[in-house]
Structures are given as C-alpha cells and as structure tokens.
C-alpha cells in the first residue's frame, strides 16, 4: 500500500500551532497530521494498521497536545462550568475528570470534552475540535462573572495500551495504578511538572499527562521512550480503526451542532433531572420527552471498507435513512466497522441497509456498539 | 525544486468539512491544502511562485469557502453586531462590507472579518479562521437578544488578478465594474444564486462570489474557468508571497488573542470616539490613550528567506526585540520580505535587526508596509 498515493501535502507554517512535542515526533518520523484546535497534530507514523497493532498489543505514545485546555478560575468558575456542562458539576470532586457533552441553547453538541476539576474554584476543558475558549469567555463576559477564561500551559501526552500501566508505574510509582478512571493528581517527572490523569481516546487503557511547563516536551518524550523501550513503546498517535471498534466519539466526524446528545448514545452524560441551570436544559428535556428520531448505531459489512472520506449516504431501499460517521476496517474483527447515524425505526440490531459507496451499494448489518470490548 | 520534500502528508476523512468546490479543486490538481474553519482549503496548485504570477499576471480563481460566514438576523441582530465590533456600524449602509478587527474584553484579537450587511436586521461576519459563531451565539444567548446566529449556506469563490475585472463583467454585466470596494450585491449565474462583492485577500483586485446554493459548486468553478480562457485564467488560492508584499495579515500568523489591534495597524479600523457599546471598547480607549509598547513592521534583507515554519525571533545586538509573524521571498523586489512585531524602540524605517535562523543571523532592515503598492 502506498500510503502517499491519492493524499495531498500540507505545509508547515506559522499560523499553525506547535506542539510542546512537535520536533520529538517530528524526529520519531511521522507520516501524516491533521490540524485540530489551531495546532498539527500527528494522526499516522507506520501505517494506520502498524499503529494499530502497537497500540494494541504493547504501549504507544501520542502528541495529543492538540487536546487544548480551557482554565476557568476565579470567584465564579464553578458558576460558568455549571453553566456550561449538562451533568450536575456538584458531584464532581477535586481530582476528578468527568466527560461533558457541551451543548448550544437548542442542545447541538459543539464539543464533548473532559472536564477536570483541579480546585474548588478552578477548572479545565480538555477539548476537541472547537474554540470552546470563545464560546465559555463570551458567556463569561455578557453574564458579567468574576471568572477568568484562558487557555493554560497544558498540553496532553498519551500513552496508550496494555503495557501502559506498567510503564507509566515504573515512572512515577504504584500510586498510578489505584487512581480511578478520569481521576488525576498533580505530579512531576524529574522536575517536569504535569497533571498526570488515566483516561486517554482509547479503550486500550492507559494515561495523559498534561505537561504545565511547554519548554520541557522534547524532554518527557525522552524520557517516556527510553523507560518504554522494554515494553516495546512507539509512537503512535489516536487510532481510528481502535477507536471506532470501541465506540469512541470523533467531534465534527460523529456529531456536530446539528446532532444532539441523546442521538449519539451520550444521553448518560446528560442531567436532565437536576437543579443546576445549564445551556440547553429545557431543550434537553424536551428531547428527552419527545424521543430521538434518529440515532447512532454499528453497522457491519464483509467487504473492505469504502474510502472513509465523506459521509456516505445509508438507504433502506430506495429511502435515504442516514448517514455513515465514521468507517475502518477491523483487523482484530476481520470485517469493516462503521458508526452511523440512521432514522430510530432502522436501528434494530440486525436490521439490513445498504451503503452507498463509489463502488456501489455495500450491504451492511446493525450491530452493538461497542463492536469490541474494552480492554481497561 | 521538489516541493514534496520534508513536507508531511495529511489524510482525508469525514471529521473536516470539504467546500462546494472540493471536487473542482481537486479534478484542478491542488498540491498543498491546509484546514481553516473545520474545512480543507486549498493553498498551492504549482508552485507558490507560478501560482504568484498568475495572480500577478493575470487571473486565478481561489476556493476559499473556508472563509466561513455567520449570520445574525432579527430583532436585535444590529446589537449584537454593534456589541462584537469595535467599529461605529451605523456607518455601515446595506450592501456595504466593513473590514472589522474582533478582539476581546482586553483588547486582544480573535479575527479580523469583513462584516457585510445584507439588510437592516441581517449581517454576515466572512471569517478568518476561529469560531466566532461560537463566540457570538454564546454572547447573544447570555445577553438574552432576540437574534439568531447560525452558520448560513454561503461559500467564496475569489477571483483575483489584473483581468478580473474583464472576466467578472464579462459574466455578469459592466455593473460589478462601478461595485466600490467592500460593496455587494446579491445576484445570480445562469441561475445559480450568490452575493458578488469586490473583495479579496489579494491587492491585485478582484471580486468574490459568496455562492448560496452549496450543491452548485462545481458548476459555478467550471463556468468561471471557461469563460477565462481567454484572459489565461489559473487555479490558485491565497498566496502568501503577495499578501505579505501587500501588507495583508493572517490571523494565527501575524496576531491572536495576544496582540490588540493597534500593535498590528488596525487602529484605523478602530472607534474609540463612538456612543456605540462594544466588547473591548474601555481596553482600547486605554491602550490608545497608553501607546503601544511594540508595533509591526515590514523588514527586507537579501538573502534567501529563511523557513516559514516558525515565528523567528529578532535581536538587536543581544537583546530580544521581537519575532517575525510571516516571511517570504518576494519575485518582483527581489529580496525577501517579512512581517514582523517588534519593540516600539525598534520600529523606525531603516533600523537594523538580525533575524535568528536556523543558519545563524541575518540581518534586515526595518521597512514600510505595504511593501509594494495595490494594483486595485
């Protein structure tokens, strides 16, 4: 497979963020990037399968600095996050993550970050693909809060992968391996300061370190990559094959500001029940009441998978029903794997629809997502 | 030269949103793309510099429908236009377009769109690359105004160059000739509907086609190609070459959220004396009143320009005084040209300055900006 067959080149420049580790995987030769949050971000070294297979069976590390922070500190944080986030943010303890479906006034996702409560006043979005800083510092400002809204020196490193926990142990002690899934403590690494938390886009298992201080990220690689060399560590970078067969969220490829919480299996995430006022409660429970009319679901198929560069159209006959999301072949699997958004009365497990693909109609079965189980 | 080298690849998935005019632009032979507002634009077809003298030349067509619009309609939509725009927009009659610099409650600048206002309630924000749409939904929602904010069915087509204007009247009447610049008009190909404004990030002159029917892409692009045969018409895109030699700025590159509009010479563009309440006005009046304490200039030197990949510092002596924000080797002057933010101390014409690169330092020469005059 050639992989520069058919793909186009970027260049480099100045008005791209980046990363705190951008020379460090520039020097561990990777292959293909994509922008998110203003900065390069690595998405391929070998190939999306060598990658795969790393992460899979030993431990990889990826430059997910692109992961972008939003810090709300002050008098009001708590105030504006609540405000913001649709889970009752109370339950929330210090040194805890939570995963938070951002959502407009008419309940459109705009983002589905990890909220991490780092003080009773002080916060941080780690974000997918949108300027969620705008969005939290406008609101900020018209309500008239005492909170400040800014991006902080914090840029995550993942390492990812079965071997993930006796690495990162073997680093920073035993004490990792009891924190639970999305807590996190401040820490440092010879003097290198981070937030180290367990969570990461896989469901492999494993770490992000948050680095605090952007000089210091050729460094930590370093040091990651020489303690990981007995457990086999490479480079790699959020997996889509992994991803898909775990049922992990792509912002912008899943779901967008047209799409609601509950149409993408989040509506876990979403209190609707709780006192807290937030942007897009009534919408919310409005859904909620109504029922969704279209939803997420698995879709299965034999053949190879179509290119995965648009969203393919999914009819039932002649009828239109919905869309593919995302698609990947699975090598662990042996077939092709997509998420799908699809009208509520097609999404029966085991219900038969047809891809429309540039080699024509691909037959394919609704099936359970995740398609593989975690490995956490 | 083999443009190619060191310059990684990127992938094609469904996470990034293609333009009308994807598939033109890709069947045109685009070589290098980046991503602007969550969607792939295009930047070099052949060369920078072929692609340069057919914009300096002649006439060449650019898909820039990354430069996304939002659109705020109703009741109170000239508020919450007025309250984000730190311009006094009475002044701003229907059909006129406005070059307005964005910034926060401190001043700093978040983009730098042209604003258009397509009625009395009705405006388009035409955008570098951040989510204001976020930003201003967010605003109008916590202020409670009776607006709405939404991202409407609108993507550029530029057409720039010398002969743009004979191919623009050619297709659609010797009226786009007395268009004044900033002006538009809505109006329609063969039926295919648009708003044509005379406007571009190019100082060669020109117009572009805010396409409204986004399934017509393609066929607005092969019109324009063949009815510019006959004026040499090329495929090409923003080009940095001309834009720096024009004085023109990218936001990301040349300021952010850091800079105020003032330090990169937009204060003309800026009302400090109006009734109107806008975000970042007190900030403003503040720094206005201050003076700047570092200020962009042009800087010329002989050599080769040195990478782009990274904002450079400058030195005076051993004294850090600034940074480039862009750079490039200009054909027609013949020397290399950069935009750079320096100390105010720094910024008279003919002050030496080294650039540090990564062949040592150079020295340049502060310089005015625009480096050469528009040919509008």
């Not at 951002?102 to 693909?129: H, K, Q, Y």
């Amino acid at each position: 497979m050639n992989l520069h067959e058919g793909k186009p080149f970027t260049s480099l420049g100045p008005r791209i963020r980046k990363s705190p580790f951008f020379n460090a995987t520039r020097k561990a030769g990777y292959h293909t990037y994509t922008i998110y949050n203003h900065m390069y971000m690595p998405i391929v070294y070998e190939t999306p399968e060598i990658d795969y297979w790393n992460l899979i069976n030993n431990v990889t590390i990826w430059d997910v600095a692109a992961e972008r922070q939003v810090e709300m500190a002050g008098p009001d944080a708590f105030r504006l996050a609540q405000y913001i986030c649709p889970r009752d943010l109370s339950k929330c303890q210090l040194g805890q993550g939570m995963y938070v479906p951002l959502v407009t006034e008419e309940g459109g996702m705009i983002n589905d970050p990890v909220l991490l409560r780092l003080a009773e006043d002080r916060f941080w979005l780690s974000l997918a693909d949108s300027d969620i800083l705008l969005w939290a510092k406008g609101i900020a400002m018209a309500k008239g809060w005492d909170v400040n809204v800014f991006e902080p020196d914090a840029s995550p490193l993942a390492i990812q992968g079965p071997k993930a926990k006796p690495l990162v142990a073997n680093l920073f002690g035993d004490w990792v391996l009891a924190l639970k899934y999305f807590w996190f403590k401040e820490t440092e690494l010879d003097g290198i300061p981070m937030v180290l938390a367990r969570s990461g886009w896989s469901k492999q298992g494993g770490f992000e370190l948050y680095l605090t201080d952007r000089t210091r990220g050729e460094e930590l690689w370093n040091k990651i990559m020489e303690a990981g060399k007995p457990y086999h560590i490479a480079p790699a970078a959020p997996n889509q094959i992994e991803r898909i067969e775990s049922g992990l969220l792509s912002h912008g490829s899943d779901m967008d500001m047209r799409d609601n919480p509950f149409e993408v299996n989040l509506g876990k995430f979403i209190d609707t029940e709780t006192e807290a006022d937030y942007i897009g409660k009534s919408a919310l429970q409005k859904i909620k009441a109504e029922g969704i009319k279209r939803k997420q679901v698995g879709l299965k198929w034999n053949d190879q998978s179509p290119s995965n560069e648009n969203h393919l159209a999914v009819f039932k006959g002649d009828k239109r029903v919905g869309k593919l999301t995302s698609s990947a072949y699975s090598p662990r699997l042996k077939h092709s794997i997509a998420l799908a958004l699809l009208d509520i009365d097609q999404t029966e497990i085991g219900n038969v629809v047809s891809i429309e693909s540039a080699n024509g109609r691909l037959d394919a079965e609704v099936s359970k997502i995740p398609f593989l189980k975690a490995s956490i």
